[in-house]
T-cell receptor
Framework: GAGVSQSPRYKVAKRGQDVALRCDPI?????LFWYQQALGQGPEFLTY????????KSGLPSDRFFAERPEGSVSTLKIQRTQQEDSAVYLC?????????????FGPGTRLTVL | GQNIDQPTEMTATEGAIVQINCTYQ??????LFWYQQHAGEAPTFLSY????GLEEKGRFSSFLSRSKGYSYLLLKELQMKDSASYLC?????????FGTGTRLQVFP
């Protein structure tokens, strides 16, 4: 069955460039999450959508980071004026309705390298 | 503040049993998850605890004590393919707060 997919899988950007990372969640999943994972670390929460509503963006590190999910399905994480410290793997996860176990299913991630 | 602690690295022998501990201090608690992550791959769900006690699923078991802010993941009959990072995560409302992960190496 189709899981969470992300594109591109790898992205190299020059410092100062804008990048856009795409996430296709599991069909029908209401909740969508973005995490940032630095090398050798656990994922860190960035932002969360329920359908098209962005309910929590407390983890976005600066106003250069912006996420959207306009139709409640596909989501895009945009990073403007990339900096070297933005280099990381960006993971997207989706889950069904709230309550109970409701585990998050993760995509393979986009590895961003900023030169 | 929020803090989730787990050992950075562990080693074990094929066929053995290993226990990976996790302690947490978070502002909210809505369940504790363990995920497995092979290098360069997505985290995959292993177990979920929301009530105190032991949850067993095949070779994997997970334990939770909410009063102590403590969990462990027990892996039995270790196989080479179990070499991976194991991530402890607390769910706060909806988002997951992860520890740094424990990198487990299984040797023949």
């Amino acid at each position: 069955g189709a899981g969470v997919s992300q594109s591109p899988r790898y992205k190299v950007a020059k410092r100062g460039q804008d990048v856009a990372l795409r996430c296709d969640p599991i069909s029908g999943h209401v909740s969508l999450f973005w995490y940032q994972q630095a090398l050798g670390q656990g994922p860190e929460f960035l932002t969360y959508f329920q359908n098209e509503a962005q309910l929590d963006k407390s983890g976005l590190p600066s106003d250069r980071f912006f996420a959207e999910r306009p139709e409640g399905s596909v989501s895009t994480l945009k990073i403007q004026r990339t900096q070297q410290e933005d280099s990381a793997v960006y993971l997207c996860a989706s889950s069904g309705t709230s309550g109970g176990r409701n585990e998050q299913f993760f995509g393979p991630g986009t590895r961003l390298t900023v030169l | 503040g929020q803090n989730i602690d787990q050992p950075t690295e562990m080693t074990a022998t094929e066929g053995a049993i290993v226990q990976i501990n996790c302690t947490y201090q978070t502002s909210g608690f809505n369940g504790l998850f363990w995920y497995q992550q092979h290098a360069g791959e997505a985290p995959t769900f292993l177990s979920y605890n929301v009530l105190d006690g032991l949850e067993e699923k095949g070779r994997f078991s997970s334990f939770l004590s909410r009063s102590k802010g403590y969990s462990y993941l027990l892996l039995k009959e270790l196989q080479m393919k179990d070499s991976a990072s194991y991530l402890c995560a607390v769910r706060e409302t909806d988002k997951l707060i992860f520890g740094t992960g424990t990198r487990l190496q299984v040797f023949p």
